[in-house]
């Protein structure tokens, strides 16, 4: 199983709304990632957790929570957040970092379309 | 963390060849130049990685002269279905603590 999913495709929410953003993965990669992409933008890189720890907070917004519940799953929970934050949100996952030797493959999922009214 | 330039556009025909350039002036020496494909309202994909000289592999050719400050991103015979976003980043994914950089990309549009 070579495949990065997330769920939902589509949300659309409000500025009061509570909701969270849910990557899996079954390729046994111990790092992955969060990244926001704008129309007609490069993705840019949000969160990266190894091992299950997170490693790299970009400076995001704690409107951003993320976490990591096992080496599988990956959650982006969303909380009070602003139109400008509507985006195609991006998870990545990549093999071990112990594995010997430097790999920049990421395997990306679909994304999940938000929508922030 | 390496900074990328590349042509914002490219325009093809059906069968020719693409080459699509990326600057890298200040490559480190632990670099990896990597390539991504993204077609839109989908996550990126992985095409082709090398670190000098030339890789190939069934979807790309990439060529690195030995100074590594620049690389070519060569797709043979393109078709239509290779209209999409081209990303060339540069770096290491371990060394900088999971960390790659997405430059802004050339959009090839491959026209019938």
């Known amino acids: 199983d070579t495949e990065v999913t997330q769920t939902p495709k589509h949300l659309v929410m409000g500025m009061t709304n509570k909701k969270s953003l849910k990557c899996e993965q079954h390729m046994g990669h111990r790092a992955m990632y969060w990244y926001k992409q704008k129309a007609k933008k490069p993705p840019e890189l949000m969160f990266v957790y190894s091992y299950e720890k997170l490693s790299i907070n970009e400076s995001v917004p704690s409107r951003f929570s993320p976490e990591c519940p096992n080496s599988s799953l990956l959650n982006l929970h969303l909380h009070a957040l602003q139109p400008e934050d509507s985006a195609l949100y991006l998870c990545?996952?990549?093999?071990?970092?112990?594995?010997?030797?430097?790999?920049?493959?990421?395997?990306f999922g679909p994304g999940t379309r938000l929508t922030v009214l | 963390l390496a900074k990328t330039t590349q042509p914002i556009s490219m325009d093809s025909y059906e069968g020719q060849e693409v080459n699509i350039t990326c600057s890298h002036n200040n490559i480190a020496t632990n670099d990896y130049i990597t390539w991504y494909q993204q077609f839109p309202s989908q996550g990126p994909r992985f095409i082709i990685q090398g670190y000098k000289t030339k890789v190939t592999n069934e979807v790309a050719s990439l060529f690195i002269p030995a100074d590594r400050k620049s690389s070519t991103l060569s797709l043979p015979r393109v078709s239509l279905s290779d209209t999409a976003v081209y990303y060339c980043l540069v770096g290491d994914l371990y060394n900088q603590g999971g960390k790659l950089i997405f430059g802004q990309g050339t959009e090839l549009s491959v026209k019938p």
């Open positions: 990545a996952s990549s093999q071990d970092r112990m594995a010997g030797y430097s790999y920049n493959e990421q395997f």
